[in-house]
């Protein structure tokens, strides 16, 4: 098994039992494989390399060759329909975000 091929998938122990439990990569994989997407990726942003982010629209400008540490600050998705790209930041602070009962919020923007 390659290295490329990790993250599709995992047996993963649950009470007892193995259970199936698919990975991020999977999940593209199956977007991509409806037809209706042409790319999907994420990648890390670190410090440095942000350069304007509009939260209210998701417009972002990045500049990948600005990195001023290796410090990950968020996570760019780039998702490429026919018809239309989307871009969106997750933060470091925006993924560690809480409710007020304290249970993590699930954030599924990318």
Do not use: H
């Not at 440095?48 to 629209?57: A, F, H, Q, S, V």
């Not at 871009?87 to 007020?100: A, D, H, V």
């Amino acid at each position: 098994m390659s290295a490329q091929n990790l993250g599709y998938a995992w047996i993963v122990p649950y009470k007892g039992k193995a259970t199936f439990q698919l990975g991020y990569k999977g999940y593209i994989q199956l977007a991509l494989r409806t037809g209706q997407y042409k790319a999907i990726n994420v990648i890390e942003v670190r410090e440095g390399e942000l350069i304007k982010w509009n939260r209210l629209t998701e417009k972002i400008e990045l500049d990948l060759d600005a990195a001023t540490s290796d410090k990950v600050i968020g996570y760019c998705g780039y998702c490429f329909r026919p018809g239309g790209q989307l871009y969106s930041l997750l933060t470091k602070q925006m993924s560690s975000f809480q409710s007020g009962s304290g249970r993590r919020l699930k954030i599924r923007n990318i």
